[in-house]
């Protein structure tokens, strides 16, 4: 599902509440919570309008089938870029896989956003 992105380069994070009604269609909060990997009350919270944590954020637009980037205001390449930059965690037992893949995915969207910004600056 491809979304438009805003003037300002993203989407207002109220909009992901409206996605996740739209893409219920009726169902329940439970089957729809069951096929996005959250609990039915996270759901539900962030479908009133609550701002998830970063780990839900990543399953709800992975659910959603859109680009968290849209929300973050970061541009993405097309192109499949060598990264200069890898993130690297200490296998901790509270950490879960999600919750690095995500925290991965945020450094280096920052970077991009870092780069994307000094590019700007040197442009000016």
């Known amino acids: ?18 996605l996740i009604s739209r893409k219920r269609e009726g169902r329940g909060i439970r089957a729809a919570a069951l096929e996005a990997n959250v609990s039915p009350a996270t759901l539900s919270r962030v479908e009133n309008g609550n701002v ?39 296998k901790k037992k509270t950490v879960s896989t999600d919750t690095a893949t995500s925290l991965g995915a945020l450094i280096l969207a920052a970077q991009d956003a870092l780069h994307a910004h000094l590019k700007t600056l040197q442009q000016q």
């Open 52 to 90: 998830p944590d970063l780990a839900t954020f990543a399953k709800i637009c992975r659910w959603l089938e859109i680009d968290p980037a849209q929300f973050l205001g970061v541009e993405t390449s097309t192109a499949q870029e060598e990264r200069p930059a890898v993130v690297h965690f200490r």
């Open 1 to 18: 599902m491809a979304l438009p992105i805003e003037d300002q380069g993203r989407l207002p994070i109220e909009e992901l509440g409206r």
